[in-house]
T-cell receptor
Framework: GQNIDQPTEMTATEGAIVQINCTYQTSGFNGLFWYQQHAGEAPTFLSYNVLDGLEEKGRFSSFLSRSKGYSYLLLKELQMKDSASYLCAVLDSNYQLIWGAGTKLIIKP | IAGITQAPTSQILAAGRRMTLRCTQDMRHNAMYWYRQDLGLGLRLIHYSNTAGTTGKGEVPDGYSVSRANTDDFPLTLASAVPSQTSVYFC??????????FGSGTRLTVV
């Protein structure tokens, strides 16, 4: 079966750095996506990785290792507005997105 | 403002009633999707459409139907609602595979 695992909840301090991990087992791989979802709102696209390595976009970076079935989202200089759920999703061999349950990130002052 | 419009925003529905959730996009995206999101389960695909005139079943299609008469509209119908269909429903569209734009969601409660 297809499976995406990420921690249910994480807590971090404003101004700090946090890494949210995602491991996946899917039928095929055509890319990995990270989305941000604030409470009561729709998910919004953050990043896309299809090749191994680190993709940096401002305060957010995303890393992929296809051989390990592993990705992480790194958030630097945390701000209170970063409190949200972060969803990991993998595009499988049928080009369907398989979603993780999401990681709720709580930022404390 | 370009994007996806969903209606209604929320609804309380009696079990056994028929209900259509509306979804309209103005970005001319070919692909559209319906998801339900339940606490602890993440987003689950109900139905999808890769282009106008075609539809396909997702992970949890039972009890739901869709149509795609044109590029912009992708309504989701619950023929006879049951309490287990209580959820938040998101419509999404994409031009590039995986880079989705989501609507603001419909909170549906079936009682």
């Amino acid at each position: 079966g297809q499976n995406i695992d990420q921690p249910t909840e994480m807590t971090a301090t404003e101004g700090a750095i946090v890494q949210i991990n995602c491991t996946y087992q899917t039928s095929g791989f055509n890319g990995l996506f990270w989305y941000q979802q604030h409470a009561g709102e729709a998910p919004t696209f953050l990043s896309y990785n299809v090749l191994d390595g680190l993709e940096e976009k401002g305060r957010f970076s995303s890393f992929l290792s296809r051989s390990k079935g592993y990705s992480y989202l790194l958030l630097k200089e945390l701000q209170m507005k970063d409190s949200a759920s972060y969803l990991c999703a993998v595009l499988d061999s049928n080009y369907q997105l398989i979603w993780g349950a999401g990681t709720k990130l709580i930022i404390k002052p | 403002i370009a994007g996806i419009t969903q209606a209604p925003t929320s609804q309380i529905l009696a079990a056994g009633r028929r209900m259509t959730l509306r979804c309209t996009q103005d970005m001319r995206h070919n692909a559209m999707y319906w998801y339900r999101q339940d606490l602890g389960l993440g987003l689950r695909l109900i139905h999808y459409s890769n282009t106008a005139g075609t539809t396909g079943k997702g992970e949890v299609p039972d009890g739901y139907s869709v149509s795609r008469a044109n590029t912009d509209d992708f309504p989701l119908t619950l023929a006879s609602a049951v309490p287990s269909q209580t959820s938040v429903y998101f419509c999404a569209s994409s031009e590039r595979t995986g880079d989705y734009t989501f609507g603001s969601g419909t909170r549906l409660t079936v009682v």
